[in-house]
């Protein structure tokens, strides 16, 4: 039987690329998002390739719809195995832009879907008497603070220190927890967050780009699919004897 991944934010961007390429790997594949017709697409893709791939409603931020999501990608798909934490949003705050709406609708977001995400993989492995790998995405801003990140940067520090505290809670279960830290990926996330600082800077798209573009060693954007390459990593057996870490995929951009 397959082993079973649940993806959010799946319905774009590197959500649907991790999906796509677990399923790939071989694992029946559960797409959340909050708008079911974008996640539908994708699923549709992957079994047009004859593999197995449920589209599901839900919105990260609210517990009861991941333990929702966790249960019918289960029963499903006949198993739980491995849960990918990707759904983000990136508003750009300068600091002294930053309101109360916008921090504390990005940290229910970033933070708290990773958590409610964390809690049902981890009730349902448990039920299920397996263990199982989370994947949560926390990102080069994560780890060094970007100018005009701080609400975002600060979730993605956050999801940093609830990978090694999660990992080091969750070892006894056979549960490992890593983190993937993306640098400049093309996607409409990173596409919005150019254009307004270019827009704050009376500049243009290319110059906002370059403004994060500029130190990456490999002197080129990451594609999704770069990212998705080192979360199979982390999806397959080859990393069970890596937990609370951090895998940095950024074209060397961040050293540590
Ligand atoms: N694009 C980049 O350069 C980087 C992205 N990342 C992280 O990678 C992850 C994916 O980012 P992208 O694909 O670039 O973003 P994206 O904006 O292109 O896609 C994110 C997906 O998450 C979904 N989403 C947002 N809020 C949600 C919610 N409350 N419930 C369910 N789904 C929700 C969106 O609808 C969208 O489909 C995010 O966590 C982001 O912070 C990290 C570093 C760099
Ligand atoms: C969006 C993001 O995570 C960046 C710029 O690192």
Same mark, same amino acid.
């Given at each position: 039987?397959?082993?079973? *991944? #649940?993806?959010? %934010?799946?319905?774009?961007?590197?959500?649907? /690329?991790? !999906?796509?390429? +677990?399923? @790939?790997?071989?694992?029946?594949?559960?797409?959340?998002?909050?708008?079911?017709?974008?996640?539908?697409?994708?699923?549709?893709?992957?079994?047009?390739?004859?593999?197995?791939?449920?589209?599901?409603?839900?919105?990260?931020?609210?517990?009861?719809?991941?333990?929702?999501?966790?249960?019918?990608?289960?029963?499903?798909?006949?198993?739980?195995?491995?849960?990918?934490?990707?759904?983000?949003?990136?508003?750009?705050?300068?600091?002294?832009?930053?309101?109360?709406?916008?921090?504390?609708?990005?940290?229910?977001?970033?933070?708290?879907?990773?958590?409610?995400?964390?809690?049902?993989?981890?009730?349902?492995?448990? *039920? #299920?008497?397996? %263990?199982?790998?989370?994947?949560?995405?926390? /990102?080069? !801003?994560?780890? +060094?603070? @970007?100018?005009?990140?701080?609400?975002?940067?600060?979730?993605?520090?956050?999801?940093?220190?609830?990978?090694?505290?999660?990992?080091?809670?969750?070892?006894?279960?056979?549960?490992?927890?890593?983190?993937?830290?993306?640098?400049?990926?093309?996607?409409?996330?990173?596409?919005?967050?150019?254009?307004?600082?270019?827009?704050?800077?009376?500049?243009?798209?290319?110059?906002?780009?370059?403004?994060?573009?500029?130190?990456?060693?490999?002197?080129?954007?990451?594609?999704?699919?770069?990212?998705?390459?080192?979360?199979?990593?982390?999806?397959?057996?080859?990393?069970?004897?890596?937990?609370?870490?951090?895998?940095?995929?950024?074209?060397?951009?961040?050293?540590?």
């Amino acid at each position: 039987m397959s082993k079973v *991944a #649940l993806v959010t %934010g799946a319905g774009q961007g590197i959500g649907a /690329s991790i !999906a796509m390429r +677990l399923a @790939n790997d071989g694992f029946a594949v559960a797409l959340v998002g909050r708008t079911l017709s974008k996640v539908q697409d994708v699923a549709d893709k992957i079994t047009s390739n004859g593999q197995k791939a449920v589209a599901i409603a839900a919105d990260v931020q609210n517990r009861d719809d991941m333990f929702r999501a966790v249960n019918e990608a289960t029963e499903q798909l006949g198993d739980f195995n491995v849960i990918v934490n990707n759904a983000g949003v990136a508003p750009t705050t300068p600091i002294m832009e930053v309101n109360q709406d916008t921090l504390d609708s990005t940290w229910k977001i970033n933070v708290g879907g990773t958590i409610w995400g964390t809690q049902a993989a981890v009730e349902k492995m448990r *039920a #299920l008497g397996h %263990g199982g790998k989370i994947i949560n995405a926390t /990102s080069q !801003a994560g780890v +060094l603070g @970007n100018p005009n990140l701080t609400v975002y940067g600060s979730t993605k520090f956050a999801i940093r220190g609830i990978t090694q505290t999660t990992a080091r809670e969750l070892a006894a279960d056979n549960i490992t927890v890593n983190a993937f830290a993306p640098g400049i990926v093309k996607t409409p996330m990173m596409n919005d967050i150019a254009q307004k600082v270019a827009d704050n800077a009376g500049k243009d798209f290319d110059w906002g780009m370059q403004q994060f573009a500029q130190d990456i060693s490999l002197k080129r954007l990451a594609e999704p699919e770069d990212i998705a390459n080192a979360v199979a990593f982390l999806a397959s057996k080859d990393s069970d004897y890596v937990t609370g870490q951090t895998l940095i995929v950024d074209g060397g951009m961040v050293f540590q």
